[in-house]
C-alpha cells in the first residue's frame, strides 16, 4: 500500500557539524535496522505496517545556487515516516521506547533542536 494524502507523518530535519557526521550516520544506521526488525512495508504478521520511511542527508551548502562556494561545515539530515494513522503513529512511538538507543535519538534533539513535523498529516503527492 502506498501512502495517501490524510495519511500522518513524523519528521525531522537537522543541522550537524561535519565532525558529528559518523556517530549520527551510526545511529541512523541503528534505527534502520530497528525499522526494519519491527516495521514493515508490507502487511506482514507480527511487525507494524507503515508506509514509508527514509532517511536522506546531504552537505549544506555555502551557496545553493553556486555549489562550486564549497559547504559549511554542517550536513543537513530529513528523517521522513508516513504511517497509516494516528493510532499506528502512536504504536510506532510506543515500539520505539523498546529500541535500545532511543535515548541518543532523543539526545539528538536537544543537541541540534531539529524542525519537527510529529503527527503531521500528507498535504500533496504525486
Same mark, same amino acid.
Given at each position: 500500500?502506498?501512502?495517501?494524502?490524510?495519511?500522518?507523518?513524523?519528521?525531522?530535519?537537522?543541522?550537524?557539524?561535519?565532525?558529528? #557526521?559518523?556517530?549520527? &550516520? %551510526?545511529?541512523?544506521?541503528?534505527?534502520?535496522?530497528? !525499522?526494519?526488525?519491527?516495521? *514493515?512495508?508490507?502487511? @506482514?504478521?507480527?511487525?507494524?505496517?507503515?508506509?514509508?520511511?527514509?532517511?536522506?542527508?546531504?552537505?549544506?551548502?555555502?551557496?545553493?545556487?553556486?555549489?562550486?562556494?564549497?559547504?559549511?561545515?554542517?550536513?543537513?539530515?530529513?528523517?521522513? #515516516?508516513?504511517?497509516? &494513522? %494516528?493510532?499506528?503513529?502512536?504504536?510506532?512511538?510506543? !515500539?520505539?521506547?523498546?529500541? *535500545?538507543?532511543?535515548? @541518543?535519538?532523543?539526545?539528538?534533539?536537544?543537541?541540534?533542536?531539529?524542525?519537527?513535523?510529529?503527527?503531521?498529516?500528507?498535504?500533496?503527492?504525486?
Amino acid at each position: 500500500m502506498s501512502f495517501e494524502k490524510g495519511h500522518t507523518t513524523f519528521g525531522f530535519t537537522m543541522r550537524v557539524p561535519d565532525s558529528d #557526521e559518523a556517530a549520527v &550516520d %551510526d545511529l541512523f544506521a541503528s534505527h534502520a535496522a530497528w !525499522m526494519a526488525d519491527t516495521h *514493515s512495508l508490507k502487511e @506482514e504478521e507480527g511487525k507494524l505496517h507503515t508506509l514509508e520511511y527514509f532517511v536522506s542527508k546531504a552537505k549544506e551548502l555555502a551557496d545553493m545556487m553556486d555549489p562550486s562556494k564549497g559547504s559549511t561545515g554542517h550536513i543537513i539530515y530529513c528523517v521522513s #515516516e508516513v504511517h497509516k &494513522d %494516528d493510532e499506528h503513529f502512536g504504536k510506532h512511538v510506543e !515500539m520505539g521506547q523498546n529500541w *535500545s538507543r532511543i535515548g @541518543e535519538f532523543f539526545e539528538l534533539f536537544e543537541k541540534y533542536a531539529p524542525l519537527v513535523t510529529m503527527g503531521g498529516r500528507v498535504t500533496a503527492k504525486l
